[in-house]
């Protein structure tokens, strides 16, 4: 089985910084891709970014140019720094990893974390 573990959320003022933390454990061979999902009060979950074991990334729209995503592969860790924080960005931060477990022809897995809740207030 593969574990996914969220840390770094809390409670921040419009404009500050937050950085997430994700740490992947188990059976892995692989991780294709890590990603980072958000779900605010009454809506529907949504991609924020993902990036891909040789570092391709993809970011919402409502993101760009505030959020960057990065990983260490070594690590099975992806993280999310978090700059010039809205209201609208307030939501429970779900982390994502794909792959495969125990080896190349192995099962592959899509495991979520518990979520980590971001609230931006004044």
């Known amino acids: 089985q593969v574990q996914v573990v969220e840390s770094g959320g809390g409670l921040v003022q419009p404009g500050e910084s937050l950085r997430l933390t994700c740490v992947a454990s188990?059976?892995?061979?692989?991780?294709?891709?890590m990603g980072w999902y958000r779900q605010a009060p009454g809506k529907e979950r949504e991609l924020v970014a993902f990036?891909?074991?040789?570092?391709?990334?993809n970011y919402a729209d409502s993101v760009k140019g505030r959020f960057t995503i990065s990983r260490d592969n070594a690590e099975k860790t992806v993280y999310l720094q978090m700059n010039s924080l809205k209201p609208e960005d307030t939501a429970v931060y779900y982390c994502?990893?794909?792959?495969?477990?125990?080896?190349?022809?192995?099962?592959?897995?899509?495991?979520w974390g518990q979520g980590t809740q971001v609230t931006v207030s004044s």
């Open positions: 994502n990893a794909a792959g495969r477990e125990t080896s190349n022809s192995g099962p592959s897995f899509n495991s």
């Open positions: 990036i891909t074991s040789v570092g391709n990334t």
């Open positions: 188990g059976s892995i061979f692989s991780i294709y891709m």
